[in-house]
């Protein structure tokens, strides 16, 4: 079974800090994926990276960067964290061929205060 | 921007009765994809259906697509207590790297 694993669930941290969200996937998964979730918005494209040091921007990147040095590792960071930036982000890989499922890591629940 | 967007927001039904759930996207598609949430949790994928597939099944789902309507519909039949979740759909319309994602449908089955 494929594994995406979020390092951490639950995370609070203060206006302006830098924040880092780390996601690995254990299937060699060229694609990667991350996602905020909102109440009453669903699930939102952050940015995505289709390989190794391969990034595109997804929907809603501003306030963004993302890092993938290696294939099963895929960062998200928060330059400088805002209250509005307090949501689940949801981490994913798939294979590298278009029709595949996504892999869903469990998530972390940011808190900005 | 969102693709994808399941009607109705949230079911409750009862054990045993078949839960019908639906999605409308507004551009063509490769294909479309079900996946269900467990409360604080992550997305599972459940089905994908192709364009050029109008139904589908596994195991106590049954998934249709029409692409004419711009439509899909979930069917989970005999529902049980443990398919309490919510269920969205997403699709990949000509950048297939790009899978979007609807509001989702909350449904809750009473025992």
């Known amino acids: 079974d494929v594994k995406v694993t979020q390092s951490s669930r639950y995370l609070v941290k203060r206006t302006g800090e830098k924040v880092f969200l780390e996601c690995v996937q254990d299937m060699d998964h060229e694609n990667m994926f991350w996602y905020r979730q909102d109440p009453g918005l669903g699930l939102r494209l952050i940015y995505f990276s289709y390989d190794v040091k391969m990034k595109e921007k997804g929907d809603i990147p501003e306030g963004y960067s993302v890092s993938r040095e290696k294939k099963e590792r895929f960062s998200l960071i928060l330059e400088s964290a805002s209250t509005n930036q307090t949501s689940m982000y949801l981490c994913?890989?798939?294979?590298?061929?278009?029709?595949?499922?996504?892999?869903f890591g469990n998530g972390t629940r940011l808190t900005v205060t | 921007s969102q693709q994808g967007e399941e009607d109705p927001q949230a079911l409750s039904i009862q054990e045993g009765e078949n839960a019908t759930m639906n999605c409308s996207y507004k551009?063509?598609?490769?294909?479309l994809q079900w996946y269900r949430q467990n409360s604080g949790r992550g997305l599972v994928h459940l089905i994908l259906?192709?364009?050029?597939?109008r139904e589908k099944h596994s195991g106590r789902l049954r998934v249709t697509l029409d692409t004419s309507k711009k439509s899909s519909s979930l069917l989970i039949t005999a529902s049980r207590a443990a398919d309490t979740a919510s269920y969205f759909c997403a699709t990949a319309p000509g950048s297939n790297y790009k899978l979007t994602f609807g509001k989702g449908t909350l449904l809750t089955v009473n025992p």
């Open positions: 551009t063509s598609i490769n294909n």
């Open positions: 259906i192709r364009s050029n597939e």
């Open positions: 994913a890989s798939r294979p590298g061929k278009s029709i595949s499922p996504l892999h």
